[in-house]
């Protein structure tokens, strides 16, 4: 079964500078895809980020970029320029998909991210 | 349109109630998820329809029933339910196990709100 680990539990970031929230996973499968969410106060879970785990091109979206390491197991977020606006939990999400042939995302404990101003 | 629409966004149940949860979304999605979150934990896979069948149950106990009328409604039926099955419930959608290359991340509403007293 696949495994996601979030380690820390709770970061905080000044307002315009770079935070990194480390993700590792464990799988035996070679393709899959590996995703970011965030969940501000008001509780719908946003995708921030995802990456094919085929594609060895780190994925950037704006602000917020991953280093993805296959070989490591490890799928970092990387923000920059921080918001206020970023304050939220943070979670590492694999996407398995069963041998019926469904999917579902399988998630880590998440991380609390506070922006000071 | 990339909303999953939830109703109610609150709700508070008594023990001997029955009430019914609904989400809704118009992506062409056909594959729909119930998750259960409680505070500060990461969501939890309820239920998993996948081309309007029940594809995943993850030992879910039978005071929660799931309902996919259509590819674009999702229900919970609740009934006799206990205080701790107070939580946030999330529905999702995606597109489905077949676009293996495509697109597929989860799509989530903004929860309701589970209150039972």
């Known amino acids: 079964a696949q495994t996601v680990t979030q380690s820390q539990p709770e970061m905080s970031v000044q307002e315009a500078e770079t935070v990194t929230l480390s993700c590792t996973y464990d799988t035996s499968e070679s393709d899959y895809y590996l995703f970011w969410y965030k969940q501000p106060p008001s509780r719908q879970m946003i995708l921030v980020i995802r990456?094919?785990?085929?594609?060895?091109q780190n994925a950037t979206e704006n602000r917020f970029s991953v280093n993805f390491q296959k070989a490591a197991k490890s799928f970092s977020l990387k923000i920059s320029d921080s918001q206020l606006g970023d304050a939220a939990m943070y979670f590492c999400?694999?996407?398995?998909?069963?041998?019926?042939?469904?999917?579902?995302?399988?998630f880590g404990k998440g991380m609390k991210l506070t922006v000071n101003p | 349109d990339t909303e999953v629409t939830q109703t109610p966004k609150h709700l508070v149940m008594g023990m001997t109630n029955k009430k019914s949860l609904k989400c809704e979304q118009h992506?062409?999605?056909?594959?729909m998820y119930w998750y259960k979150q409680k505070a500060k934990k990461p969501p939890e896979l309820m239920f998993v329809y996948s081309y309007e069948k029940l594809s995943i149950n993850e030992s879910v106990p039978s005071r929660f029933s799931p309902e996919c009328p259509n590819s674009s409604l999702l229900n919970l039926h609740l009934h006799a339910l206990q205080p701790e099955d107070s939580a946030l419930y999330l529905c999702?959608?995606?597109?489905?196990?077949?676009?293996?290359?495509?697109?597929?991340?989860?799509?989530f509403g903004q929860g309701t709100r589970l209150t039972v007293v």
């Open positions: 990456q094919e785990a085929y594609k060895q």
């Open positions: 999400a694999y996407r398995s998909i069963t041998q019926g042939g469904s999917e579902k995302l399988v």
């Open positions: 999702a959608s995606s597109r489905g196990h077949r676009y293996i290359f495509e697109r597929t991340e989860a799509f």
């Open positions: 992506m062409g999605h056909r594959a």
